[in-house]
């Protein structure tokens, strides 16, 4: 309700408002306030006041990680931005993974902040990744329609370069075979050379991860390479 900034007063499910009725009026009398509950009420305060009234000056606002964003967290910062001199929302579209916690591409795609002017500076250079791996996830995310239109390019300068068999792509019959490519599969790629920035060295178990959909397959794997 309060990441969402949503009125109550007219849910239709009674029950629940006065669940959260009660759990204000509990927090209240023990003087204590959850995360929502401090961003709401700073919403409020700040929706009659300025910061010059509390004695703060903002020079500079800088929101960081812009594309998970929420609804209120987006309000705080258009109510920061009207005493700052300058606001800097770093983001990135293709990154937006919290969309079940109340995020919204639209705050990112459609920025406009009252009373300032708007520069795009886009950062289009992936320092981490080899050109042949930039193309096929950017293949992959084109297919996303809401996406923002951008090229991402590779870091010329990179030492590491791509290798047959790098990426690819597998299906298993059963779990135990998968799990067992696994194991196999980094034994084979410890003690490769690589390099880590301009410097070269060779691989070690610390160097990778497996990921997982769900915690009972990582289990899983962890037992399997126990």
Not at 8 to 14: A, H
Not at 123 to 145: A, P, V
Not at 170 to 196: A, H, K, M, P, W
Not at 204 to 218: C, G, I, L, P, Q
């Amino acid at each position: 309700v309060r990441i969402e900034s949503i009125d109550v007063s007219s849910n239709s499910n009674k029950d629940f408002v006065e669940c959260l009725r009660k759990y204000d009026e509990l927090m209240e009398e023990q003087k204590l306030m959850d995360f929502s509950k401090i961003l709401s009420r700073l919403k409020e305060e700040l929706t009659d006041k300025s910061l010059s009234d509390y004695g703060i000056t903002l020079s500079h606002l800088t929101f960081d990680e812009f594309q998970d964003a929420n609804k209120i967290q987006y309000e705080l910062m258009i109510l920061l931005a009207k005493d700052s001199v300058s606001v800097a929302c770093v983001g990135d579209d293709d990154q937006s993974i919290y969309n079940w916690r109340g995020s919204d591409l639209s705050f990112i795609r459609d920025l406009n902040i009252p009373s300032k002017k708007m520069t795009t500076v886009n950062l289009d250079t992936n320092f981490r990744s080899t050109k042949e791996i930039i193309e096929t996830t950017t293949e992959f995310i084109e297919e996303n329609q809401q996406r923002l239109d951008k090229a991402i390019n590779a870091n010329g300068l990179a030492k590491q370069k791509f290798e047959d068999g790098d990426l690819f792509f597998s299906v298993f019959d059963q779990g135990s075979n998968e799990l067992e490519f696994i194991g196999q599969r980094i034994n084979n790629l410890v003690d490769t050379r690589v390099f880590d920035g301009n410097d070269e060295r060779a691989l070690s178990y610390k160097d990778f991860a497996v990921e997982t959909r769900t915690n009972s397959h990582a289990a899983a794997v962890v037992n399997s390479l126990r």
